[in-house]
Every structure is written in structure tokens, then in C-alpha cells.
């Protein structure tokens, strides 16, 4: 059974950073895409970052690239997302999702394993 849990979440002020964790289980987590989505209240849920085998296969959206970097640690079946420079508009539920595919991707529907999110907060 696959299993992603995420973590890291919290409050945080408008300019600080977090850095969430996604532990996988149950996969062979170095043959994963994983991505990183976001959902805000009354909002679609969004793209944020993806990365594919190789650290250098990495994608962001518009809004967080230069602030958000995705890394993963394979032998500990371990994908990050650091967060700096953080705005009250990354407020949301944070998810993390795992393919087994070689390249980043996008793509929502992609994505065939999801955690169960976690929150993150930015004050103003």
C-alpha cells in the first residue's frame, strides 16, 4: 500500500520560510515523478513544483519560482518543498503526489498517489 505523508506545516509571517516533508512508503520512491500541489480555500487546487528523477528535472509555477525549491532525498524515500519569502497568498492545504514516471510533470491528473495534506498559514 502507498502511503505519502507530509509534513512541516504551520504559522508562519509573511516573509519567513517552511520547509514541508513528504515521506513515501510502499513505493520505489526513486522511480517517482512527485509533485507538490496547493489548494486555498474556495480555490481550485494548484499547481506549485514538481521534480523528476534527476534534481536537475525540476519545474515551478510562476508564482513561487525564485522563492520555492523542491529537492528529493531517495534513500530516504523523502521529497521536500523549502519555502521562503512566504506571502499571505501561499496560504492553503499543501498535498504531495508521487508517479512512477521518469519526468517532472504539471499535470494534476498525472499524479496516480496523493498524501493528505498539510496546512500552512502565512500572517500578514
Known amino acids: 500500500q502507498v502511503q505519502l505523508l507530509e509534513s512541516g506545516g504551520g504559522l508562519v509571517q509573511a516573509g519567513g520560510s517552511l520547509t514541508l516533508s513528504c515521506a513515501a512508503s510502499?513505493?520505489?520512491?526513486?522511480?517517482?515523478?512527485m509533485g507538490w500541489f496547493r489548494q486555498a480555500p474556495g480555490k481550485e487546487l494548484e499547481f506549485v513544483a514538481a521534480?523528476?528523477?534527476?534534481?536537475?528535472?525540476?519545474v515551478y509555477a510562476d508564482v513561487v519560482k525564485g522563492r520555492f525549491t523542491i529537492s528529493r532525498d531517495n534513500p530516504k524515500s523523502t521529497g521536500y518543498l523549502q519555502m521562503n519569502s512566504l506571502k499571505p497568498e501561499d496560504t492553503a492545504v499543501y498535498y504531495c503526489?508521487?508517479?512512477?514516471?521518469?519526468?517532472?510533470?504539471?499535470?494534476?491528473?498525472?499524479?496516480?498517489?496523493w498524501g493528505q495534506g498539510t496546512q500552512v498559514t502565512v500572517s500578514s
Open positions: 503526489a508521487a508517479v512512477l514516471r521518469p519526468i517532472a510533470t504539471m499535470r494534476r491528473d498525472a499524479y496516480d498517489y
Open positions: 510502499g513505493i520505489t520512491f526513486s522511480n517517482c515523478a
Open positions: 521534480i523528476g528523477w534527476s534534481d536537475y528535472n525540476s
